[in-house]
T-cell receptor
């Protein structure tokens, strides 16, 4: 069974500062993918970034980067230079690529609030 | 542009009624999913399908059913709605070639 743990129910950060949202995972499958989604107050799920378990480098997408530490089974999201529009719920998710290939397992989420 | 749409976006229904939430995608994806989102639980998988006529139960499938008669649609049916099924429902789809799953905008269902 796969499991995603997000231990921070809420995080506060000031505008223009960097913030790290924690995510740890558990799986016995050697081939998997890790995702981060953003859910603003309007409710839609917005895909942010993806990291494959065999990817050699940490994923980056603009101001988002994924700090992937395979041995520690962690996949933290780093948002640089926070903006007010980054205030949202953030979900970490995982997909095993060999068994039950396509289903995503989600963590419970972290609410990020960015203050001026 | 390809998209995934859900309807209705908001619905209030009574306990015991049958309710169907529609999901339609134009990505031509083989894989489609239904999740429910509840405070403190994140998103939990209800049912999923890997192709036409294929359906599978997820983590919280009791009280729900799906059918897949074509590639584009995966309707979710609540056979006899219960107050515990008040939730936000998300449909999603993906292609095995891409490591991205696309979500619909969600359907807010209230069972009174």
């Amino acid at each position: 069974a796969q499991k995603i743990t997000q231990t921070q129910p809420g995080m506060f950060v000031q505008e223009k500062e960097a913030v790290t949202l924690d995510c740890t995972y558990d799986t016995s499958d050697p081939s998997y993918g890790l995702f981060w989604y953003k859910q603003p107050s309007s409710g839609e799920m917005i895909f942010l970034i993806y990291q494959g378990s065999y990817d050699q480098q940490n994923a980056t997408e603009g101001r988002y980067s994924l700090n992937f530490q395979k041995a520690r089974k962690s996949a933290n999201l780093v948002i640089s230079a926070s903006q007010l529009g980054d205030s949202a719920m953030y979900f970490c998710a995982m997909r095993n690529l060999n068994s039950g290939y396509s289903t995503l397992t989600f963590g419970k989420g972290t609410m990020l609030l960015v203050s001026p | 542009d390809a998209e995934i749409t859900q309807s209705p976006r908001h619905k209030i229904t009574e306990t015991g009624r049958q309710v169907t939430l529609a999901c339609h995608q134009t990505w031509n994806h083989n894989n489609m999913f239904w999740y429910r989102q509840d405070l403190g639980h994140g998103l939990r998988l209800i049912h999923y399908s890997y192709g036409v006529h294929d359906t599978n139960k997820g983590e919280v499938s009791d009280g729900y059913s799906v059918s897949r008669s074509n590639t584009e649609d995966l309707p979710l049916t609540l056979e006899s709605a219960a107050s515990s099924q008040t939730s936000v429902y998300f449909c999603a789809s993906s292609d095995n070639r891409r490591n991205t799953i696309y979500f619909g905008e969600g359907s807010w269902l209230t069972v009174v």
